[in-house]
T-cell receptor, first 114, second 114 residues
Framework: DQQVKQNSPSLSVQEGRISILNCDYT??????FLWYKKYPAEGPTFLIS?????DKNEDGRFTVFLNKSAKHLSLHIVPSQPGDSAVYFC?????????????FGKGTHLIIQP | DSGVTQTPKHLITATGQRVTLRCSPR?????VYWYQQSLDQGLQFLIQ???????AKGNILERFSAQQFPDLHSELNLSSLELGDSALYFC?????????????FGPGTRLTVL
């Protein structure tokens, strides 16, 4: 049973436009969410996070939005650049619960077209 | 470069064999996490160690075991290997054991079981 779902395996966006990556979760105990970016032959790199007490967190070109009632979060990248082409993983954890590591989605492959 | 190192980069072995994957965390990090990424899957949390002690267990098979040594490096031992164990194995480290502590990932070890 997948608790974190990224329903779009891939997404193609033109350079300079906005990229929106989506993520849904089913476990209502999750209260901390992260996005990781992964290039081929490298490990995932932390991008941005958000606590459930917030609905938005911004860091430069990256903004994460959290809709707790819909159990949905999204990552916005504006403007998209060629170096943003990578696989993006959504991850979640239950901070107040047992130490279970992060629960990851399967990833979305973002392709930025020139 | 995340500062987390993993060896070997690639490993090819046969069913029934035993292998050891090694991870050196970032300098100063006390927690080590192991994750498995099978084909088309998200990263699955296996196990966490903190300062030499097992902290949390995820979906780790009984054929797999891990340990963290006094110098904080960690080893993941996989035995009685099966074809389905072929995957990317990532190690991550964080400064402490809190769930909001950023996990920094190594480049991974690609295991192929023939």
């Amino acid at each position: 049973d997948q608790q974190v779902k990224q329903n779009s395996p891939s997404l193609s966006v033109q350079e300079g436009r906005i990229s929106i990556l989506n993520c849904d979760y089913t476990n209502s105990m999750f209260d901390y969410f992260l996005w990781y970016k992964k290039y081929p032959a490298e490990g995932p790199t932390f991008l941005i996070s958000i606590s459930s007490i917030k609905d938005k967190n911004e860091d430069g070109r990256f903004t994460v939005f959290l809709n707790k009632s819909a159990k949905h979060l999204s990552l916005h990248i504006v403007p998209s650049q060629p170096g943003d082409s990578a696989v993006y993983f959504c991850a979640a954890s239950d901070v107040g619960g047992g130490a279970d590591g992060l629960t990851f989605g399967k990833g979305t492959h973002l392709i930025i077209q020139p | 470069d995340s500062g987390v190192t993993q060896t070997p980069k690639h490993l090819i072995t046969a069913t029934g064999q035993r292998v050891t994957l090694r991870c050196s965390p970032r300098s100063g990090d006390l927690s080590v996490y192991w994750y498995q990424q099978s084909l088309d899957q998200g990263l699955q949390f296996l196990i966490q160690y903190y300062n030499g002690e097992e902290r949390a267990k995820g979906n780790i098979l009984e054929r797999f075991s891990a340990q963290q040594f006094p110098d904080l490096h960690s080893e993941l031992n996989l035995s009685s290997l099966e074809l389905g164990d072929s995957a990317l194995y990532f190690c991550a480290s964080s400064v402490a054991q809190g769930k909001t502590d950023t996990q920094y990932f190594g480049p991974g070890t690609r295991l192929t079981v023939l």
